[in-house]
Antibody
């Protein structure tokens, strides 16, 4: 079945970088874009952007430019989210989700990133 | 302003019907972009509940229905069950943002 499996929780210090992964299986990786969505503690969903799995071209939503980088390794059907210069308010659960036309399905299980000194 | 507005909370007794609204603008729902709904059970990832305004993915019971009109959309849940208690989010595309947009989410409580 179609599945997205994300890497495990991360505890990071302010100023560090983190790279989380999202491995796809059960379909042709390059046939669907992959999106990233952030959910801060107790808050709603925030769309971060998406990456074209054919070209590797990323598109970032407003507020997620500069420190956020989407990348791919098509050889292992995996997309990555790197966050540089981490701040306390980057603490959140980060989800990857496969794009199907205008909707997102399925979603990965989420990766909790905690930024604390 | 590019936002999708949902009521923070709704509630209903078992067996009743509830409706969750999602109000957008001329740059998203009103621009004829489809609306999707996702359900998020506590401690889990969101899951697609409705797409293209009113289409249920396989496995979603027909107690759930969606509609769209003008700059708004709605999700209706009939025959409320305890297991429906969750957070519900609407989502659409926004031309001003050039990407997807989520509503703020609605917490459904089954009394």
């Amino acid at each position: 079945q179609v599945q997205l499996v994300q890497s495990g929780s991360e505890l990071m210090t302010p100023g560090a970088s983190v790279k989380i992964s999202c491995k796809a299986s059960g379909y042709t990786f390059t046939s669907h874009a992959l999106n990233w969505v952030r959910q801060a503690p107790g808050q709603g969903l925030e769309w971060m952007g998406w990456i074209n799995t054919n070209t590797g071209n990323p598109t970032y939503s407003q507020g997620f430019t500069g420190r956020f980088v989407f990348s791919l390794d098509t050889s292992v059907s995996t997309t990555y989210l790197q966050i540089d210069s981490l701040k306390a308010d980057d603490t959140a659960i980060y989800y990857c989700a496969r794009a199907q036309m205008n909707w997102l399905d399925p979603w990965g299980q989420g990766t909790l990133v905690t930024v604390s000194s | 302003q590019s936002v999708l507005t949902q009521p923070p909370s709704v509630s209903g007794a078992p067996g009743q019907k509830v409706t969750i609204s999602c109000t957008g603008s001329s740059s998203n729902i009103g621009a004829d972009y489809d609306v999707q709904w996702y359900r998020q059970l506590p401690g889990t990832a969101p899951k697609l509940l409705m797409y293209s305004n009113n289409i249920r993915p396989s496995g979603v019971p027909d107690r759930f229905s969606g509609s769209k009109s003008g700059t708004s959309a709605s999700l209706a849940i009939t025959g409320l069950q305890a297991e429906d208690e969750a957070d519900y989010y609407c989502q659409s595309f926004d031309t001003s943002l050039g990407g997807s947009l989520f509503g703020g989410g609605t917490k459904l409580t089954v009394l």
